[in-house]
Structure formats: C-alpha cells, structure tokens
C-alpha cells in the first residue's frame, strides 16, 4: 500500500458530477393552473412573502384534501393561541427534526428560526443538537421534553408531567409542546417518504452577511 | 433463602388495590355544556353510533381548534378517497400503534380493525406483531412499508419505492401508506403524553362472544 | 398525483387471500400415536381440560427429552411453591412475551391472564403495554424487574436489589420474579424459531360475551 | 490545568482496595450439609471431576426444585442426541453469553470450551466476537443463527431458515441451535440477577502454560 | 384547560435569559503567555490566516502534549497525501460529527467544508444528513462507509471491503476513508467532554450574503 | 423430526477447516526491509522486549506518517504523565475495546493489562464485561466515565463533570479518562477497518501456567 505514490490531493472539488434535484418532491408537483383557488391563494399569498414557493406547498398541492388539513393543522399549532411564545414553537420543531435527520424540516424551520428567534447563532446550535446549545432554563426545558415527546413509546408518568407543572408550565403548554414536537415528527416522516427538497433560498434566509 | 417455607401460591388474584382509572385523560375533559356546538355534534353522533364515547373525543374537546384539525385530518386520511381500503388503513394503525406501545390507539383502533376488518383473529395478530400475522402478500407489503416510516430517522430511498410501485402501489397508494403509518405515530405520542385511557367498551368490541 | 380520480375505498375487506396457516410450527407435530405415552398423557389431560391441544404441546412433542423438561420447568416455575400468585407469574410472562412481540406467548399466556387473574381488561393491558397499564404498586414494582431481566445485557445491582427488598420482595421473590422472566424470553425465542402458531381458541378465552 | 505538575505515573498498582467477591451468587449458598442428596451427588460428582464446586451448583442448590430443572435442561440441552457437537454448542453458548455481557457464563463456558474444543484461541476468539473469529463456514453459520435467535423479537423467516437447510442444517438442528442459543440468554439473565461469581479455577482452566 | 384564555403568542422573543457561553471548554484555556513557543505559533499562524483562534486550539493548549499529538495527527490525516481530497476528507468529518451531534464539530469543520467544497448547500445538507444530500455517487459511497465506522462494533467484512475495491477505492483509500471518520469519533467525544464551544465566526464562515 | 435418530454427539471437534488467519491485516504489511529506519527501530525495540512483533505495527508500517502519528499519540496517552497509573488507563482501553467488540484491543490489551495489572482475573473480567468485575470505587468511577464518553452522541453534563470532581478527579484526570476512552475507540475502528489479527502470543501473555 505504502509503495506507489500517493495521489497529490491539492486538488480541492469534491462531489462532481452531482446535480441539485430541483423537483419539489419525489412524487412531483402540480401545474400551478391545476391547483384548486383556495390552495392556489395560500401559495400565492406565501410567494409574495418570502420571495419563493416553499416546496413542501407545491408537494402537497397534490393532494388538495390534504394539503388543507396539513396546513390548517399546522397554523393552529404554529399561530394560534398558546403560551409558548412562536419563536419557541419553531425551536421545537427545529429540534425534533433534527433529532429525525430531516433534510427538509431542519433547513426550511431553522431559517424560520434564524428570523423568528433574532439569533442565527442559537438557532443553528439546536439545528445541530439542542443538547450542548446555549439555552435559557425554560427553552431547555421545553426542547427537553419535546425530545422525550420524539423517542420511540413515548408515554409521559406523572411524576414527568408534575415536575413540568413545577417548573411554570400549564397544562395548556405542555398539550402544546407535546403536540409540536409529535405533529412535526408525522411531518418529518411525511418528507421522507416524498423526498421533499428544501429549497436553496432557506439555506441563507434569517443570517446577516459575514 | 430455601429454608423458610415458601407462601402457598393457590390464592389467585392479583393486582389487588388498583383501581380503573376512568378519567379520559389526565388533562380531563370539559364538561359537555362547555363543548361549542359543532364538536358536541360530532360528539353526539358518535354516542348514538357506538353506544359511548370514545375518550379521546372528550380529550380532544379540551382545546376545540385542536379537536377540530385532529378529526378532520384524521378523516382525511381515515374516509377520505384512497387506494387502501378502510380496513388497510386501519391496519397500519394498528401495526404503528403496536410497535410504539400505544394503549389507547391498539385497543381502540384493534376494536375497529375487528370491526371493519371481520376477521377478529388477524386483528389480534396485527396488534401484537404485524410480522408473524397471517397476511396476504399485498397486506404484508403495506405494513412493512409503514412500519420503516415509523422508524426514527425515516427517509425513503429511490430503490424502496421503486420497489413498492413494481408490487403494484401507486404514488398515491405510497403517500396514503406514509401519511396514515405517520398520522398515527403523531396522535400515540399525543395519547402517551396525555395519558389517554381506552374506553373499558373497546375491549371487547368487534369479537364474537366464546 | 391528484389528476387520476382515487378508487373508491368504500369496500371494506382487507387481507384477501390470506390463509390462516394452521399447522403448529414450521417444524410440524408428530402423529398422536408416534407420541411416547407419558407425554400423550399430558396433552390428553391438557386437552380434556381446555377443550384443544395447545399447539406448544404438539411442537414440543417433536423431541420427547425437550418436551420432558421444557415442561417440567414451566410447572416448577409457574406453579411451583413461591411468593408470587400464578397470576402474578402469568402477569410476568405476558409483559415480557409482549415486550418481545411473541405471538403466540402474547395470545396463550394473555388467555391464561384473563382467566386466573379474573380481570380482562388489565390483561388486556398488559398484552398491549405494562408501563400504561392499570397496575397497583405491587404489580407495577414486579413488571418493571422483570422488564429490566429481560433486557439485553441484564446484571442486577445491589441497589435495585435493595430497592427491591425494601418493597417487601424476598430473595426468593426476586429469584422468582427473574426466573419466570427470563425463562419466558427463551420460550418466546423457541416459538419464534419455529413459527409456533397461537390456537384459534386463544384470541376468544377468558373473555365474557360482549 | 497545565500548570500543576501531573502525578508521576510510573506507579503500576490499579483496583487498590477491591476485595475478589467470593460468595457464590448474591443470595449466597445453602451449607453442604442442608442440600438433599441427591442435588449433593451431583455436587460432588461435579467436584470430583474438576476439582472444584463451580458456584452455579451452589446458588441453584438454594431452590432444589430448581435446581433439578435447570441441570435436567441444561443435560438435555448440551449432552443429549444432537446433529450438534457438544463443542458446537459450547461455541453457542460462549458466543451468546459474550453479546450479553455475562461474566459468569462467559468465564465457565469459555473454560469448557477451551477444554472441549481444543482449541484455546478461537475459544478466547468467540468469547471476544464471534464475527471477527477464525471461523469455518458451518461454525460461522451456526453462530449466526444464534445471535439471531438472541436478539430482542426474534421470530425467523421461511426464507431464513430455507437458506439454513440449503446450507445443510436439519430442522433438529436448527432447532438445537436455537434451543441452546435461548436456553443460556434465559441463564445469563438468571446470572445477572443473582450476581453469580465465576470460582477463580476458571480463567486458567483449559490454558496451556505460557 | 380550555377555559382560561391562552396567552396572545405574538410576542417573539425565545430564549430570554441565556448568555452566550464564552469560554473555549469547560477546562478554560491557558493565557496566551503560558503556552509553549512552538504551540503559540501554530496559534498565530492560524489566527492570521482565519482572523480569530478557533476554540480547539485554546482549550488544547492547556495540555501541550497532547496538543502537538493531536494537531500533528489532525494534519497528516487532513492535509497529508491521499487518494481523497481535502474536501472529501472534510465532508467525511462533517457526516460523522453530525451522526455523533458534536456541535463543535458539525460547526466548526461544516464552515470548513463550505469554504473548501465550494458548495455551501451541499456543505449544509450534509451537516443535517448525508443520506439525503445532493451527493455524487463517490461522495455517497464515501460518507456511507465512514458511516459504518462511525457505528459501535464496527468491523468490516471481506465482502464489504471487496464492494468498495470495485467501486474504484485503492487499498489506501479506504484506510483514508476509515482513519478520518475514526479520528474525528476520537474528536467530537473530546469536544463532548470539555464541552467545546463553537467561536461564533465559524456559524457564517464560507457563506455568501444572502 | 423425532423419528430419525440424531447422530451421536459424542465427537467433539469442531471448526473442523478453519485456518488461523496469520496476516497482520487485511491490507497485509510491508516487507521488513521497506519500512524506514526509524520505525524499523521501534519495531525491533518491542520486539526485543516481548519476544514478537505485534501486528499492529506491521499493519501500520504501511502508511508511515500514520505510524508515527498513532504512535506518538498513543505513547503520550499510556505512557505521559497522568493523574491516571499506566495500569488504569490499560483498564480504560481493555473496557472500551470490549464494549466496541474489537478482537484485537481486547486481545492485545487484555494482555498489557494482565501484566501491568497484576491481577489476571479482574483483569479478564473487565475483558468481559466491567460492570461485574471486582473493582475497588474508584476504579469503577473511571470505567464508568469512560464508557459514557464511548457511547454515541457523547456530551457531558456540568453535572457529571461536577460529580467526578466531588469524587476527587481532577480536571486533567477527567481529559485523561475521555482522552484514552475516545482515543481507542478510534484504534478500535481502524482495527475493525483492517481486520487486525492478534498475534498469538498475546492470549497467554501475563497468565500464570494453570
């Protein structure tokens, strides 16, 4: 092994000959003429606010019935009323979805939390592992429980759920949390059966220039 | 340790001093004057059908936006036009709900597997291990499909779906199969972590008597 | 996706062709008359008891010494002097039967649980998951032990032991909580090594007419 | 840290102040003169013939019955009419002890393995890892299916235990390796609870001098 | 719960209350005056080059020994002669450190990895997962035998080695491929116990603005 | 398959054509009188004091910046100054190699640490499995770190390091115990990538003759 000469790795390219998949998803996106109105309105009203159409709209615009069940399930559980704040929310999600190695929900919710949670660099820590991020005692103890939300048999005992109540969190908050991290852990999976891209736009969204 | 005569063992019970715990969940449930209308109907009708109501709906009702997402995407995917008949989706259920230790989801969604099913015996089989069951090809498929999706870390390569299309899936059918195996790993974890207890009803639902 | 109208899923059958595969293992049973006459002599009593030849008792009868002291030990440890109730024991064997997907375990011993433990509904449970179940102290303080023995990599330290000791467990308790574990993980393996098949009468024993 | 000198390490002594456990198992041992006669044949038997008590007879002769079980088992299991050497399925029993971490078992089974098989390398080999061993293809096929079978929810294949007739095993066999595989994790695990200790005798037994 | 009105969720800030953790690792770090010359100047050097002193440097400095054996290593496995490129052999430091959740090292050696590969999005996929980054097919064979490495027990078959051969891998190159994701184990678990922490320069290293 | 009769078991060979694999490694080994001078001297230096040459410097031989990378990388942690005796950080290395499953660490470690140890049967027990073995506290609280530090995903807690401070180790015996635990993990995974063979000798290396 040692005999022949070593080739010269100077060179730097790595991964040529690969191509960036462009298709939203795995099983294709609609022609946007053959999208239903209403669903057509939500994407357009998000193109407009980001610049772009976030692929997981294209790929569940094909299957309208259940793009509207996704998406309104989701803005009850990332909008509506709660007492976890909207940038915490988002932090679970960045969480879970790291902790289940998804491509898509750890690029496309780290960018909403880079802008979301005015710290690019907080946020990016939990993209990686909420573990050894640099986190306040409640936000450890919200992404604490989220990740136990996450694991395999999951069933909270009531001494967990007491030591929650301990530490300031209602009933109320704990249904959310709860309900983030296990609701954004069927969408994990959703993406990876679909093979959902994230597009390259959210790779530098929420990060001020270097 | 031999030498003390050991208790005689011909008493049989067991599990002396539990008690049944009867409440929906340990969040509880609102009182049935509190339920806005539209959920009480939804409630009432299922009352009349099975003759009880089953807990997660009085779990659910706690946070009406939150009943509402939940039952009408659970209806989308559950009744919603499909590939997969009623009883395969429900068999994913119970396949999932097994392999992530779900009381309530086993014994509720086994009810209706024995139910919609009418094979009261595969059913059992299904919600104790989906690989050892007696399963037609095409069913065997279907439930090892979901169960990889319930796997943490779930992504699906090119060659797995091709192979799932070459045994006569459709991209829809491979959407249906991720999006109610999915759907369900989200609602056990909601079950585990408000301790939502079966309806002593469901045991024995869907069996012929002895 | 969304173009091609979805079939309609309104028929309800599932699992079409699916035989129910009634041999007692891959491994066959032999000819009753083949069978030496002190083991014909147990099935017979077993079968003029339960009403049918569990199918445990047709494989075992393959290899008449395996069948000897398989048997023998089962009865030293199931009924056997001891600390435990038989319906304690049968509570250990359908945790860790279940903990282990044993089919045949879960449907046999969870039969044998409703009938001696007189309570369907905790058997039930316990078929589906312990750990959620409706469990008094005692109970619960022997399924968590004897799910820890079944554990890969087992060794008791003295504190759980002490622990143990303190909550009114012998030695010889938790020598008997251990040994009926653990002898049931050996039996789930034999009956996975063979395909044991659970008698069709199983499912419906021990339940009342619904 | 860099600043205080570090301790000279030349000091070889390590463990300082741990005493070897000599008792036989946690629950300890009945006295010689307390075990019936007939578990005392045994004993001294098993004395005569390798010059010391290994500790396994003594901690099973605190429950008699129990210990005519298991020995009665254990005889079948590894000295009875099989397609298996009894080297054979000491391998088994050396390398499923070593996947469970079981000292005793390791230890004692090693040793006799050394002994029957004559060959202390691989002996020490599989006690180590079976995979990375210098194994033939029918020891090699043989451990497999035993780590297989030790495996948490084993239930084998038709396809799998196909591929194991074409590689020239018999059912009897397949059942052999499976039985001696679950027999010893069903005994690691009783080792575990009962901390047995491995006699001193041993780790030497079946070692040519240096 | 559903009656007392939730808290209005549009305040954004998360995390009040945290500080950013400062210090290089737990351990602390040297004053810059104590460090040994030659270590001191590969800190300059790198400093001048990069515009800050990565973390690792300060908090290894504390050991001089160690430090020089391990930049030594680092940079004959790094930079040294090899049939991979220094952008190959960062991307395999990136996959492993992300299936190990070091964050030190996903965000140190991913800025790494941006600047050198000339693909920041590429970089950022493989810092979320490897599996589903856009990767040529030699990256892919690449990151997926580094990821075997990285798992416990790792021992390689003939057959699998035999693959990678085949696949147009020399002898050295798969040593290359091993020693690099198999240092980089050894590096994030040192990371994990001194708790390294990322300077915040690396989080936008290498990217453009948005 | 009772009614043929099994063949008599009495033979007791087994691994009948098996062959000692006698390559250093997979990847074989330069000729002696290629390998540079200086690690030539090395070489010949531990040959002299052992009697033979450990293959894994042969193995290394091959790719010489390597060789004296893992060289003096390893001296500096077995042999440099240290809160830890050169006999603890043996025992480190033999516990990690067994929970890696490394044939060779075990092996060749095994062995170091029987004769610096003293002490052939703690030092065969650690081999199998530390948990159980006859460890004095504080040797055990090293062991304990050092299999926290080799499991996946490492990162320790300000709470654990405060732990092992209270129990007297310092800062530097803290990087000590992860730095010898992380470091072999990574010998242990170049040993798996190469199928490293331990040379015979070092199985009875450090054993008084029975």
Redesign the interface.
């Given at each position: 092994?040692?005999?022949s000469?070593?080739?010269?790795?100077?060179?730097?390219?790595?991964?040529?000959?690969?191509?960036?998949?462009s298709a939203p998803s795995?099983?294709?996106a609609?022609e946007l003429a053959?999208i239903p109105p209403d669903i057509r309105a939500v994407i357009d009203e998000t193109h407009a606010k980001l610049g772009f159409i976030p692929n997981v709209f294209l790929a569940y615009?094909?299957?309208?019935?259940?793009f509207r069940?996704?998406m309104?399930?989701h803005d009850?559980?990332m909008?509506?009323?709660?007492?976890?704040?909207?940038?915490?929310r988002?932090?679970i999600v960045v969480a879970v979805s790291?902790?289940?190695?998804?491509?898509y929900c750890?690029?496309a919710h780290g960018a909403a939390l880079r802008v979301?949670?005015?710290?690019?660099?907080?946020a990016?820590?939990i993209?990686?592992?909420w573990?050894?991020?640099?986190?306040?005692?409640?936000?450890r103890a919200i992404l604490a429980f989220a990740s136990e939300?996450?694991a395999?048999?999951?069933?909270?005992s009531?001494e967990r759920?007491a030591l929650l109540r301990q530490g300031g969190f209602?009933?109320?908050d704990?249904?959310d949390i709860?309900?983030v991290?296990?609701?954004f852990?069927?969408?994990?999976?959703?993406?990876?059966?679909?093979?959902l891209r994230?597009n390259?736009e959210f790779?530098?969204?929420?990060?001020?220039?270097?």
């Open positions: 092994m040692g005999t000469p070593l080739p010269n790795s100077s060179r730097t390219p790595f991964n040529e000959g690969a191509a960036r998949n795995r099983f294709g609609p053959a615009a094909q299957r309208p019935d259940h069940a996704f309104h399930y009850v559980l909008q509506g009323p709660s007492g976890l704040t909207r940038a915490e988002e932090a790291a902790e289940n190695d998804c491509l750890v690029t979301l949670g005015k710290d690019a660099v907080v990016d820590q993209a990686i592992n573990r050894t991020a640099d986190l306040a005692p409640r936000l939300v996450n395999r048999g999951f069933a909270a009531d759920i209602s009933a109320a704990i249904w709860a309900a991290a296990a609701f852990g069927f969408s994990n999976r959703m993406a990876g059966a679909m093979d994230p390259p790779y530098s969204l929420g990060r001020t220039s270097p």
